[in-house]
C-alpha cells in the first residue's frame, strides 16, 4: 500500500462532513423542489459515499468492490423508496469527482507526488465512481418495476370484478381482450370467489370482449371445466351474432357449455328475472 494513498485518503475522510455538506448545498440549489424536502435524509448518506471513496484508495480490488456494491444496492433502494429521481441522483456523480478531485489535487501538492503517482489516485477515484454509478442504479431500476408490476397487477384485478347477484349466483363482467397474464388471473378470481361466496351459479359474460379466437375460447373452456370441478354450474353469456359467427367458422366447438346471447337469458335459465337484479 502506497504512503501517500493512506494519506490522501486520510485528508478526506477528514473533511467527510464538509465535502458531503457542499454537495448537499449545490443539490438543494439544483433540485429545491425534490431534495430539499429530502435533506436531512441524504446528507447521512452523502457522508458514507464520501467515506467510501476514501477508503476505496487504499482497499484492495476484491473488497472496494464488495464495498462499493453493498452501499450502492442499500443506498440506491433508499433514495427510490424516498421518491428520488434516478436523475437527480446521478447529477451528484460530477460533483464528487469536482470535490474530492480538489482534496486529491491539493494533496497531491503538498506530497509533492509524481505526475504517476497523481494519475493513479484520480484514477482510482475515477473508477470506483463509476462502480458506485452501476450499483446505485440498479436498486433504481428494480424498484420502478416492482411499482409498475403493482401497478399492473392491481389494474388487472380491477379488470376481474366477480360482482355477487344473489345468494349463490355471481357474475364476472369480462371487457377487452383476453391475454395469458389475465386468463390466469381470470381462472383464479372466478374459483377463489366462487368458494368464498359459496356459488352454486357462475356467470362469465362476455359483452365487453371484442373477439373470441380459438385461444380465448380455450381458456373460458379451463375456467368452466375448473368450476364444475367445484361443484358450480358456470354459463357464458353475451354471444353476439358476430361473436357466434366467428365460433362457427373457426369450428370451436362450445360443446356442453351453456351459452347464451345476454345476462338477462342466463340469469332467467336459473330461475331470476331480470327486474331483481336491477
Same mark, same amino acid.
Given at each position: 500500500m502506497n504512503d501517500y494513498m493512506v494519506r490522501i485518503s486520510k485528508k478526506i475522510l477528514e473533511? $467527510?462532513?464538509e465535502l458531503a455538506? $457542499?454537495?448537499t448545498d449545490e443539490q438543494n440549489k439544483r433540485y429545491p423542489?425534490?431534495? *430539499?424536502?429530502?435533506a436531512e435524509s441524504l446528507y447521512p448518506l452523502r457522508i458514507e459515499l464520501v467515506t467510501l471513496y476514501?477508503? %476505496?484508495l487504499i482497499l484492495e480490488e %476484491?473488497?472496494?468492490t464488495r464495498q462499493v456494491e453493498e452501499w450502492g444496492l442499500q443506498s440506491g433502494r433508499k433514495c427510490a423508496e424516498m421518491n428520488a429521481t434516478l436523475d437527480a441522483m446521478l447529477n451528484e456523480v460530477p460533483q464528487y469527482r469536482h470535490f474530492i478531485g480538489e482534496v486529491v489535487q491539493e494533496e497531491g501538492i503538498h506530497l509533492n507526488l509524481s505526475l504517476s503517482e497523481f494519475y493513479h489516485a484520480i484514477s482510482l477515484l475515477d473508477r470506483t465512481v463509476n462502480e458506485v454509478v452501476y450499483y446505485f442504479s440498479l436498486p433504481f431500476v428494480n424498484f420502478h418495476s416492482e411499482q409498475i408490476e403493482q401497478s399492473r397487477n392491481a389494474m388487472m384485478? *380491477? %379488470?376481474?370484478p366477480v360482482v355477487p347477484i344473489v345468494e349463490g349466483v355471481a357474475v364476472l363482467? #369480462? #371487457?377487452g381482450t383476453i391475454d395469458t397474464y389475465r386468463a390466469k388471473l381470470l381462472l383464479e378470481h372466478a374459483l377463489e370467489q366462487s368458494v368464498q361466496l359459496k356459488l352454486s351459479y357462475f356467470v362469465l359474460?362476455? %359483452?365487453g370482449v371484442p373477439i373470441i379466437d380459438t385461444y380465448v375460447a380455450q381458456q373460458l373452456f379451463q375456467i368452466i371445466d375448473s368450476l364444475k370441478l367445484i361443484g358450480v354450474d358456470a354459463m357464458v353469456s353475451g354471444i353476439t351474432p358476430d361473436i357466434a359467427q366467428t365460433v362457427v367458422n373457426l369450428g370451436i366447438n362450445f360443446g356442453q357449455t351453456k351459452t347464451f346471447s345476454s345476462l338477462q337469458q342466463a340469469l332467467g335459465n336459473i330461475g331470476l328475472n331480470f327486474q331483481s337484479v336491477q
Open positions: 473533511q $467527510k462532513e455538506q $457542499k454537495i423542489d425534490e431534495l *430539499l424536502p429530502m476514501a477508503n %476505496s %476484491s473488497e472496494r384485478e *380491477l %379488470s376481474v363482467p #369480462v #371487457v359474460d362476455l %359483452s
